[in-house]
C-alpha cells in the first residue's frame, strides 16, 4: 500500500508530470499503481489519455460516498487513476473543508485502496501548503517535493528544510525527498543551481529532469515520456528516479514484462 505524495510549495515545476511518469515508470516495472488527483485543475487525468470531454472523478461526490474507489479507471496495464473530476464551486468547497475539519477524510475514501497490499498509490497535489497537502502528508510513507533548477524554487528550499512547507514526519523512516526538474545544462544559471541542489540535498535527492521538449510532447500526447521518447535525456531520468522509488519503498521490481491487472483488487 505505499502512499507517495508528489508535492511542492511551486505551481508549475511538473508535480503531476513526475507522478504521472513516476507511476507509468513503476507500472511497467511490475508494480501495480494508482494515482490519485488531489488538484481541482483536474489535469492528471490527460496523462493518461482519458478523454477531455470525461469529467468522472471522485471530488464531486467525495462528501456523502465513503469510498471512491467506484470512480478509478484503468489506465493501462498494472495503472490506474483516480480523477479529481468536474466540480461545482460549492462541491470544491465542501471538499477542502472535510479536508481540514474530518481527520481521517482521506483514508477513509482510500480505505479499500490502501488496503490492497501490492499497490503503490501516488498522490499528485496542488501547489503549495494546502488543505488537501495538509491531510495527507503525515500519512504518507514518502514525500517527493518537486523543485525547478531555477531562482524561484531555490529561494524556497530553506522554508522547506524548516518544515515550513511539509511538517516534520512522524514516522521516523518517512523522508522527504526531491526532484529537481527542467534542469538545463547549458545554461549557465540552471546548472549551477542544479549542482547547488545536488551537494545540498545529497542522497534526498532522487534525481535530475532535463529539460526536454519530448516532456511537453509526451504531456501533450497523454502518453509516458518512456513511450514518446524512449531514448530521450528525461525518460533517462525518469527511469533513474522509479528505480530509486522502488528501491527506498522496497517494492518487487518485475522483469519489465507486464502483468495486465485486470482489476484494482486482482493479483
Ligand atoms: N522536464 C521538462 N521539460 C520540459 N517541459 C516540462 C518538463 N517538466 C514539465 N514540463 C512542462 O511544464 C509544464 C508544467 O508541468 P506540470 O503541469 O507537470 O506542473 P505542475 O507542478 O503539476 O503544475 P501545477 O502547479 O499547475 O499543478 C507543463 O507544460 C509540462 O509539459
Ligand atoms: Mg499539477
Same mark, same amino acid.
Request: charged share 20%; with cysteine; glycine share 6%.
Given at each position: 500500500?505505499?502512499?507517495?505524495?508528489?508535492?511542492?510549495?511551486?505551481?508549475?515545476?511538473?508535480?503531476?508530470?513526475?507522478?504521472? @511518469?513516476?507511476?507509468?515508470?513503476?507500472? *511497467?516495472?511490475? %508494480?501495480? #499503481? !494508482?494515482? +490519485?488527483?488531489?488538484?481541482?485543475?483536474? $489535469?492528471?487525468?490527460?496523462?493518461?489519455?482519458?478523454?477531455?470531454?470525461?469529467?468522472?472523478?471522485?471530488?464531486?461526490?467525495?462528501?456523502?460516498?465513503?469510498?471512491?474507489?467506484?470512480?478509478?479507471?484503468?489506465?493501462?496495464?498494472?495503472?490506474?487513476?483516480?480523477?479529481?473530476?468536474?466540480?461545482?464551486?460549492?462541491?470544491?468547497?465542501?471538499?477542502?473543508?472535510?479536508?481540514? @475539519?474530518?481527520?481521517?477524510?482521506?483514508? *477513509?475514501?482510500? %480505505?479499500? #485502496? !490502501?488496503? +490492497?497490499?501490492?499497490?503503490?498509490?501516488? $498522490?499528485?497535489?496542488?501547489?503549495?501548503?494546502?488543505?488537501?497537502?495538509?491531510?495527507?502528508?503525515?500519512?504518507?510513507?514518502?514525500?517527493?517535493?518537486?523543485?525547478?533548477?531555477?531562482?524561484?524554487?531555490?529561494?524556497?528550499?530553506?522554508?522547506?528544510?524548516?518544515?515550513?512547507?511539509?511538517?516534520?514526519?512522524?514516522?521516523?523512516?518517512?523522508?522527504?525527498?526531491?526532484?529537481? @526538474?527542467?534542469?538545463?545544462?547549458?545554461?549557465?544559471?540552471?546548472?549551477?543551481?542544479?549542482?547547488?541542489?545536488?551537494?545540498?540535498?545529497?542522497?534526498?535527492?532522487?534525481?535530475?529532469?532535463?529539460?526536454?521538449?519530448?516532456?511537453?510532447?509526451?504531456?501533450?500526447?497523454?502518453?509516458?515520456?518512456?513511450?514518446?521518447?524512449?531514448?530521450?535525456?528525461?525518460?533517462?531520468?525518469?527511469?533513474?528516479?522509479?528505480?530509486?522509488?522502488?528501491?527506498?519503498?522496497?517494492?518487487?521490481?518485475?522483469?519489465?514484462?507486464?502483468?495486465?491487472?485486470?482489476?484494482?483488487?486482482?493479483?
Amino acid at each position: 500500500m505505499p502512499l507517495v505524495c508528489v508535492c511542492s510549495p511551486k505551481g508549475g515545476v511538473g508535480k503531476t508530470t513526475v507522478a504521472a @511518469n513516476l507511476a507509468y515508470a513503476l507500472a *511497467r516495472s511490475g %508494480s501495480k #499503481v !494508482l494515482v +490519485v488527483d488531489f488538484d481541482s485543475q483536474n $489535469a492528471l487525468r490527460l496523462h493518461f489519455g482519458v478523454p477531455i470531454a470525461d469529467n468522472r472523478g471522485f471530488v464531486a461526490q467525495s462528501d456523502t460516498l465513503s469510498d471512491w474507489s467506484q470512480f478509478i479507471l484503468k489506465a493501462g496495464p498494472n495503472l490506474f487513476v483516480l480523477p479529481y473530476g468536474e466540480v461545482t464551486e460549492e462541491e470544491r468547497l465542501i471538499f477542502e473543508d472535510n479536508l481540514m @475539519n474530518e481527520p481521517m477524510f482521506i483514508q *477513509r475514501g482510500l %480505505s479499500a #485502496v !490502501l488496503k +490492497v497490499p501490492d499497490l503503490v498509490v501516488i $498522490a499528485d497535489m496542488p501547489p503549495g501548503r494546502n488543505a488537501a497537502l495538509k491531510a495527507i502528508e503525515a500519512a504518507a510513507d514518502m514525500r517527493i517535493v518537486v523543485l525547478m533548477a531555477d531562482a524561484a524554487s531555490l529561494s524556497l528550499l530553506p522554508l522547506i528544510e524548516q518544515h515550513k512547507f511539509l511538517n516534520k514526519p512522524h514516522n521516523h523512516s518517512a523522508e522527504d525527498y526531491y526532484v529537481v @526538474n527542467q534542469s538545463d545544462m547549458r545554461r549557465t544559471l540552471s546548472r549551477d543551481i542544479t549542482h547547488f541542489f545536488e551537494q545540498r540535498l545529497q542522497n534526498k535527492l532522487l534525481g535530475t529532469i532535463h529539460r526536454d521538449e519530448c516532456v511537453a510532447e509526451a504531456n501533450a500526447s497523454q502518453r509516458a515520456i518512456m513511450d514518446i521518447s524512449p531514448v530521450s535525456a528525461a525518460a533517462f531520468d525518469v527511469d533513474h528516479i522509479s528505480k530509486k522509488v522502488a528501491i527506498i519503498l522496497g517494492l518487487n521490481v518485475g522483469d519489465g514484462s507486464y502483468h495486465h491487472t485486470a482489476s484494482i483488487y486482482s493479483s
